[in-house]
């Protein structure tokens, strides 16, 4: 609702900055504009139940892969998507990040068990040739997000709560490791963020 106000507001403002171009009235009519600010929205996890329900009802090792993934290391769609084989470390339990997808910087982040695991499964089955780690059945790279990282196994899921995002995922994993009683500080490499302010938000 805040969103179509604001877009009709800056309607209004286009045509009166017109007006006062031709002439038809004042300037002093926008002396006073008015500002709406939309309210900073907290970011939302996933129920842990609503998470175990979406995990049980993904049926295909790479989707599987991909969730878990996103759901254990805090990346964002666009650095999974573009991660190669030669970014994943499994030795090490790692994926190297050389470039964030929104703030440019590198960082590294960490594979859990269960991740492993999924990955172990994709690997087995995947074509080898790909430079991409997780590819189309013709090997060719993702142009869209995946079905399956739109979070459209809700309804097969079952799950409690709706109006999940994708970024519910990087959501949780942030979410978790603070109740876990990771400092904030050491939350902030992790996520790729560039303000300690931003990580603070998860803390809220």
């Not at 286009?14 to 939309?38: C, H, N, Q, S, T």
């Not at 492993?116 to 013709?138: G, N, Q």
């Not at 196994?153 to 799950?159: F, M, S």
Request: proline share 4%.
């Amino acid at each position: 609702m805040l969103s179509t106000v604001r877009t009709r507001l800056h309607c209004v403002n286009a045509f009166l900055g017109y007006a006062i171009d031709i002439g038809i009235v004042g300037a002093e009519v926008m002396a006073r504009r008015i500002r709406l600010k939309k309210p900073e929205t907290l970011p939302k996890a996933m129920d842990p139940d609503d998470a175990r329900r979406f995990l049980s009802a993904i049926d295909h090792p790479r989707d599987l892969a991909m969730i878990m993934v996103l759901l254990r290391t805090g990346m964002r769609i666009g650095e999974l998507l573009n991660t190669k084989m030669k970014d994943l470390q499994l030795r090490d339990r790692k994926i190297d990040i050389y470039e964030g997808e929104k703030n440019r910087l590198g960082r590294v982040v960490y594979l859990s068990d269960d991740a492993m695991d999924a990955l172990k499964v994709w690997l087995k089955i995947r074509d080898i040739h790909p430079e991409f780690l997780f590819t189309l059945k013709a090997g060719e790279a993702w142009l869209t997000v995946p079905p399956v990282l739109s979070l459209s196994g809700y309804r097969k899921a079952g799950l409690k709560h709706k109006g999940y995002s994708l970024h519910a995922l990087r959501h949780t994993f942030a979410s978790e490791l603070l109740n876990a009683g990771m400092r904030i500080e050491c939350l902030q490499p992790l996520m790729g963020h560039t303000s300690l302010d931003v990580t603070r938000r998860y803390a809220r």
